[in-house]
């Protein structure tokens, strides 16, 4: 089955500076990457996603790039902000829909 | 436009006891996904139902879980004889559309944390 691995566990920057989370997965068929973020005690939330027919997407301070040959796809957050502190989740759906996650990014922004 | 909702946010048992979790899909969703998060962890898929049937329940344990969808009404996740290691947030997720050969955006509730005694 699929597997999604996600570097680093965690992750402090300075409050200014950029964040860069990666992921690889195994499964070549893949198609749809989304990235979640989830503060304590909440729910997950879409940040954004990418399809496998593009290689870049981006929405404001955030972006995502994906490499299909290489079988990784990486989120980018420029110019941090305490307020993005979080745990970050990329993921891949499966053959049947479901999402397959990867292990998390705790990312703290030092003020 | 509410988003998915989940009752009850907080829920605790004693082991050998049932526990039922409930989530309404966002307006228009007809598609529900559950999942399982350990603390530290990431997201496990435990089952995939649409209204009335289960398309898909390969993460699910075959024992004590079961799940579903009716045409009125939440999704349950049902828990029987619960035990310590049943401890978890339980995530539901919904979806518009069907996930084979599509893509599809989930949208998550804010979870049941489950604490087993």
Redesign the interface.
């Known amino acids: 089955g699929e597997n999604v691995e996600?570097h680093p566990s965690t992750l402090s920057v300075q409050e200014g500076d950029s964040a860069v989370i990666k992921c690889t997965y195994s499964d070549s068929a893949s198609?749809?990457f989304?990235w979640?973020k989830q503060e304590l005690g909440?729910?997950?939330?879409?940040i954004i996603?990418i399809?496998s027919n593009v290689g870049e997407k981006k929405d404001q301070r955030i972006a995502v790039t994906l490499n299909k040959t290489a079988k990784h796809f990486s989120l980018h957050i420029t110019e941090t902000q305490p307020e993005d502190s979080a745990v970050y989740?990329c993921a891949v759906?499966?053959?049947?829909?479901?999402?397959?996650?990867?292990?998390?990014t705790k990312l703290s922004v030092k003020p | 436009n509410a988003g998915v909702m989940q009752n009850p946010r907080h829920l605790v048992r004693r082991r050998g006891q049932e526990a039922r979790l409930r989530c309404s899909p966002m307006k228009g969703h007809s598609h529900v996904y559950w999942y399982r998060q350990l603390p530290e962890e990431g997201l496990k898929f435990m089952v995939y139902l649409q209204k009335e049937n289960i398309i898909d329940e390969s993460g699910m344990p075959k024992e004590r879980f079961s799940a579903e969808f009716p045409k009125e009404g939440p999704s349950i996740l049902r828990i029987q004889q619960v035990v310590r290691g049943d401890s978890a947030a339980y995530f539901c997720a919904s979806s518009p559309r069907a996930a084979v050969g599509t893509y599809n955006e989930q949208f998550f509730g804010p979870g049941t944390r489950l604490t087993v005694l």
């Not at chain 1, 909440?42 to 879409?46: C, D, S, V, Y």
């Not at chain 1, 759906?93 to 998390?104: A, H, T, V, Y």
Request: aromatic fraction near 16%.
């Open positions: 996600q198609n749809y989304p979640y909440k729910g997950p939330q879409l996603d399809r989740f759906r499966g053959s049947q829909g479901n999402l397959i996650f990867g292990k998390g």
